[in-house]
């Protein structure tokens, strides 16, 4: 069965444990940053951080609540970014994890456009840009570990485990305590389904998360991708004709000079 990831933002107190292990485990160096107005640090996602604890302040019917979101890869049922990959550099492993292989992927950033959620990142400061990402830390679970990220969290804020099992026991929670949570279970829908599940006390939306119940985008990427072939034997073909075309003109020209120089030296 497919693996995945329940994260209950009611659990979570902002104490970026996640953060840290995550960083730690994919070795991934340290970036200058600064604090937001609600203490996110760092202000954004980016190739060096896989999960961001995103802080926001939110009131609701006069209470004000400080919620964290945690921003990551959702691992999609049916990835976009999978669907678009023209080299195959971005698969999905039977766990459910969406992996990359860096050795294949050569920055052409397609699945960076075509992520609803925004996600794969660039090490733009590389000479050879590459895509960034949680993996689901599927190395470590194929030695029997959770990934980082849950395996540090103090509260169990995030739990790991088969999908399945994770969205009845979201269920379960939202049953037993109608008070404490928004009755939706974020994930299971968007996007065709994802192995990432959220619940909160607020609306997802409320939390930045886009609402993409539904839509199956793999579906509009191979449209675009089938495209492309087609595409790719124009441009050759026009490349081609360029190329012939310069080379009979500079043998042309060529073939002129020589005959020129010839008949000033019969002069």
Not at 32 to 40: C, G, L, Y
Not at 48 to 54: C, D, P, S, V
Not at 104 to 110: H, P, Q
Request: proline share 6%; aromatic share 12%.
């Amino acid at each position: 069965m497919p693996n995945g990831m329940l994260i209950d933002t009611t659990r979570c107190t902002g104490c970026r444990g996640c953060q840290v292990a995550c960083k730690q485990w994919n070795e991934n160096p340290a970036v200058k940053t600064t604090f937001s107005p609600e203490v996110t640090n760092p202000l954004e996602q980016n190739a060096f951080n896989y999960n961001l604890l995103e802080c926001r302040e939110i009131e609701e019917d006069g209470k004000l609540q400080w919620i964290f979101a945690h921003k990551r890869c959702l691992h999609c049922y049916e990835p976009a970014c999978v669907s678009v990959c023209p080299v195959g550099a971005l698969h999905k492993r039977p766990n459910g994890a969406v992996v990359w292989d860096q050795d294949k992927c050569f920055g052409c950033r397609y699945c960076q456009n075509a992520c609803p959620f925004e996600i794969p990142k660039f090490e733009w400061d590389d000479n050879w840009a590459k895509i960034t990402k949680c993996t689901m830390c599927w190395n470590r679970v194929d030695e029997g570990m959770e990934p980082a990220c849950a395996a540090t969290c103090p509260t169990g804020a995030i739990k790991f485990g088969e999908r399945a099992d994770l969205l009845a026991e979201a269920y379960e929670r939202l049953s037993n305590n109608p008070d404490k949570y928004y009755p939706y279970v974020y994930g299971e829908k968007e996007a065709g389904g994802t192995h990432v599940l959220y619940l909160s006390s607020v609306h997802p939306e409320k939390l930045g998360f886009d609402m993409h119940e539904h839509e199956f985008f793999p579906s509009f990427t191979r449209e675009f991708l089938g495209n492309i072939p087609l595409e790719i034997s124009i441009v050759a073909s026009l490349m081609v004709g360029v190329w012939y075309f310069r080379g009979r003109r500079i043998q042309a020209q060529a073939h002129d000079a020589e005959h020129a120089e010839n008949k000033a030296g019969k002069h």
